[in-house]
């Protein structure tokens, strides 16, 4: 079993910072790409950023800029650093990665999503 637990998530307004964390624990031999996903109320869950086991990243266009995706591969953990921050960045943001078990393949997992919600 591979669990993904997400945290950072919170209220801020415009302009303002937060840092999620996701942390994967479990049976795990590796990480391949890890990433964030978000989704806002009626809309379709979309790729915030991801990164590689190597630290190569790609970005939405949307936070281009403004947002940073790394990684610590020795604690199996990924960060996205949020700054200037808008309200159209409101979302239920969700944290994933494709992790290799012992022995077996490689499996898609998620976390549980962590509430960013960015209002004055």
């Known amino acids: 079993q591979v669990q993904l637990v997400e945290s950072g998530g919170g209220l801020v307004q415009p302009g303002g910072s937060l840092r999620l964390s996701c942390a994967a624990s479990?049976?795990?031999?590796?990480?391949?790409?890890m990433g964030w996903y978000r989704r806002a109320p009626g809309n379709e869950r979309e790729l915030v950023a991801a990164?590689?086991?190597?630290?190569?990243?790609n970005y939405a266009d949307s936070v281009k800029g403004r947002f940073t995706i790394s990684r610590d591969n020795a604690k199996n953990t990924v960060y996205l650093q949020m700054n200037s921050l808008k309200p159209e960045d409101t979302a239920v943001y969700y944290c994933?990665?494709?992790?290799?078990?012992?022995?077996?393949?490689?499996?898609?997992?998620w976390g549980q999503g962590t509430q960013v919600t960015v209002s004055s």
């Open positions: 994933n990665a494709d992790v290799r078990i012992p022995l077996g393949p490689v499996f898609e997992y």
């Open positions: 479990g049976t795990i031999f590796s990480i391949n790409a």
């Open positions: 990164i590689t086991s190597g630290g190569r990243t």
